[in-house]
Structure formats: structure tokens, C-alpha cells
């Protein structure tokens, strides 16, 4: 198991995380530590026991500590983070949205595609045409 190591706060960013939260993350160092985590860990299954582990929190604590202090829920955090990863692969090299989905952590295309229209409002398909072609 990995342990947390000290993550700097001023590196930690994201295109897709309000600023609000941004800042949250920033000021705990539990919370940025299991934000690096993930970030680390994308395309693997995140649990979060395994993370609360490494935060020395029973996960229901670590669960009630990261809502109430980032202000989203952990799966919101990690939800949030693939998908991010996932338009920067989409923006980067073409490529079966499949093998984009199996490389960011999901499981089922369906549930990656669902998460990203959730998050982005347009499926991946549709973001990639956008973004690269100008399509509508």
C-alpha cells in the first residue's frame, strides 16, 4: 500500500474542480494528500478504505472529514478527476473511447460515458468532434 507523502499545495490544480474547492484541498493536508492520491492512481480501482487508511481514518470519518471540509463528497472528487483526465486524453490523441474509459479507472464504457455527459454536459464523442473539429 502506498503511503501518503507531503504534497505541495500550490502545485495541486484542476481544470474541473470549482475554486472553492480548490482552496479547501489546498488548506487541509489530509484532503490534498488523498487528491494526490488519486490523481497517482487514476486507472486503477480507488477505494476508499484503502484511503482512509493512509489518512489513519476509519473510513466513515475520513468520508464525513473530506465532505465537510473540501465541500464534495470523496466519489465526487474522484469522479471529478477522471473525467478531467479523460478530456485532456481526448484533447491529446485520437483513440477508442473504450481503451479511454479502461485507462481512467472505469470498468463499463457506458458508466464512463454516463459520468462524462453528468460532468460536461456532452458525451465524449461529442466533446472530442467540438473541441477538434468544430463540430456541434
Not at 44 to 58: D, F, H, N, Q, W
Not at 60 to 88: M, N, P
Not at 97 to 123: D, H, P
Amino acid at each position: 500500500m502506498d503511503s501518503m507523502l507531503v504534497a505541495d499545495p500550490d502545485v495541486f490544480s484542476s481544470r474541473l474542480l470549482p475554486e472553492d474547492v480548490l482552496r479547501r484541498l489546498r488548506y487541509y493536508p489530509r484532503a490534498l494528500e488523498a487528491a494526490c492520491y488519486v490523481r497517482r492512481h487514476i486507472g486503477k480501482p480507488i477505494r476508499l478504505e484503502a484511503v482512509a487508511e493512509l489518512a489513519g481514518m476509519t473510513p466513515c470519518a475520513f468520508s464525513r472529514y473530506f465532505a465537510e471540509k473540501v465541500g464534495i463528497t470523496f466519489s465526487a472528487l474522484v469522479k471529478l478527476l477522471r473525467i478531467e483526465d479523460a478530456v485532456y486524453q481526448l484533447e491529446l490523441r485520437d483513440g477508442a473511447i473504450s481503451n479511454l474509459a479502461t485507462r481512467i479507472g472505469y470498468q463499463s464504457c457506458c458508466t464512463f460515458s454516463r459520468a462524462f455527459k453528468e460532468v460536461m454536459g456532452e458525451t465524449p464523442s461529442d466533446y472530442r468532434k467540438r473541441v477538434l473539429f468544430g463540430e456541434a
